[in-house]
């Protein structure tokens, strides 16, 4: 973090305790290539690494823990998401007010979309059709056309939304509002809140269980993160976890949810058939943002105040390479990169 200023806008909107997030304003594990930077990448897995006050998004190989390009984006890049196909990356400019476009093959912008005001979430649904957009000072989502690349709504949430996560089927979005101690529920086929499900304080992330059973909800002031059950649309458990958690992710078997925690420095690895955290995995200087690979066997860390990218062994619960990128990293991502 490089400045106080920055520090004091995001925690004007998402309570006190985000000023670590701040600012103006998922993932891979599958063999890689070394590819050079510039290149077209082939079938090879990389890391997308959202880099706040260097304007950037690192693309790094997950094989190597190489960073082999940086792509120039908007002012205030704050997260990044990965289209199903990989073909497409989808960057929030949390000072711009817009969403860059990357096509992953050549790793050039193609295309920037005006959003709402400090957008600071981005997510893709599961059949590629829209993006979703969490604008946190204008307490709204954008959805965004693939097809188009434009904005076909504009969804009313509650205050300062941040996390996203949508269903397998497409059909439901939970938002989770930092301000409002609060989960909306969006059915995506009419961009209506059918429901909202108070949950601990200052919620700013999310993730969803592969057999969409339960939502787990990152909750930074109150130090916690509430488990969502999804049918009966209410919290269910409380697990305390570090100091203001941020980033969360969960593994594809549903096994392990992940939470790193600003606060602590630490990756808190919770046991869903548990509801405890059974790990606790120290990392970088001001962990924020988090992914998950596919294959489960890896977790990637953006260490804010470190400028760096902490990759996790999940087998062993350990940091096993500490990789450098650009000036306040934030949101991750990661995919299967595009066959050229």
């Keep these: 973090m490089t400045s106080n200023q920055d520090m004091g806008r995001r925690a004007a909107v ?5 000023a670590v997030l701040m600012g103006p304003g998922n993932l891979a594990g599958a063999s890689a290539g070394t590819a050079a930077a510039g290149s077209s990448p082939h079938s090879e897995a990389f890391v997308y690494v959202a880099n706040l006050h260097s304007d950037t998004v690192s693309v790094v190989a997950a094989d190597t823990g190489t960073v082999v390009d940086s792509v120039p984006v908007g002012d205030g890049p704050d997260s990044v998401a990965v289209s199903p196909d990989g073909s497409r990356v989808y960057v929030t400019n949390s000072a711009a007010d817009t969403v860059s476009v990357i096509d ?3 790793r050039k912008v193609i295309d920037t979309v005006a959003v709402g005001d400090e957008p600071s979430r981005v997510t893709v649904s599961p059949d590629n059709r829209n993006v979703y957009v969490a604008n946190v000072a204008s307490d709204d989502v954008s959805v965004i056309s693939t097809r188009t690349r434009a904005v076909t709504d504009t969804i009313q949430v509650g ?7 949508v269903t397998p089927d ?3 979005l939970y938002v989770a509002n930092a301000a409002s101690g609060t989960v909306s529920v969006v059915r995506t086929a009419t961009g209506t809140v059918t429901g909202t499900i108070p949950v601990g304080g200052g919620p700013t992330a999310l993730v969803l269980t592969p057999d969409s059973r339960h939502l787990y909800v990152a909750n930074m002031t109150s130090g916690d993160v509430s488990v ?5 649309g209410t919290e269910s458990d409380r697990i305390p976890v570090g100091a203001q958690p941020a980033g969360i992710g969960v593994r594809p078997d549903g096994r392990q949810v992940y939470v790193a925690n600003i606060g602590s420095d630490t990756v808190s690895a919770i046991s ?6 059974t790990e606790t995995i120290t990392v970088g200087d001001s962990p924020n943002g988090l992914a998950v690979s ?17 990759v996790i062994d999940t087998s062993t619960g350990r940091a096993t390479d500490t990789v450098a990128v650009g000036d306040g990293p934030t949101g991750v991502a990661a995919a299967q990169g595009k066959s050229s």
């Design 14 to 18: 998402v309570l006190c305790a985000t």
């Design 104 to 106: 992953a093959r050549t």
């Design 159 to 165: 205050d300062a939304p941040l996390g996203l996560a």
């Design 170 to 172: 497409g059909c439901t």
């Design 228 to 232: 969502v059950d999804v049918p009966d």
């Design 272 to 277: 869903t058939r548990r509801g405890a955290v």
């Design 294 to 310: 596919p294959d489960g066997s890896r977790v990637y860390v953006s260490n804010f105040e470190a400028d760096s990218l902490s």
